[in-house]
């Protein structure tokens, strides 16, 4: 049996907008869905879920899809996705390699 996943309110509607913004930007470029399925290497049904805003499409594809768009993904350009990047792998090795649940406080009140 499939579980069925539920979303947050955010998350449907950033999807949402994820999908308009893509279907917008595909038609005002003169685009098929046939085209971009196409150059991205998806399916139609692929494409027409994440112009609707469908959760289970793998964010590999969309992100693709929105990069042959020239959607920038984080509003920022190629060199400063770059340096946020490297600052974020910076942090990264900083930090522990894995979070444990907080240890429980030892009461020792006799």
């Known amino acids: 049996?499939?579980?069925?996943?539920?979303?947050?309110?955010?998350?449907?509607?950033?999807?949402?907008?994820?999908?308009?913004?893509?279907?917008?930007?595909?038609?005002?470029?003169?685009?098929?869905?046939?085209?971009?399925?196409?150059?991205?290497?998806?399916?139609r049904t692929t494409l027409r879920n994440i112009e609707n805003g469908g959760p289970g499409t793998e964010i590999g594809a969309a992100f693709e899809v929105a990069a042959l768009l020239g959607i920038r993904l984080f509003g920022v350009d190629q060199p400063t996705l770059a340096l946020h990047a490297a600052r974020l792998d910076e942090k990264l090795t900083l930090l522990p390699k894995t979070a444990r649940p907080a240890s429980p406080e030892v009461d020792d009140d006799f």
């Open 1 to 43: 049996m499939k579980r069925i996943r539920s979303y947050s309110r955010v998350t449907t509607e950033a999807l949402s907008l994820f999908g308009k913004l893509i279907k917008t930007t595909r038609l005002e470029r003169g685009q098929t869905s046939e085209e971009l399925a196409e150059r991205a290497g998806i399916g």
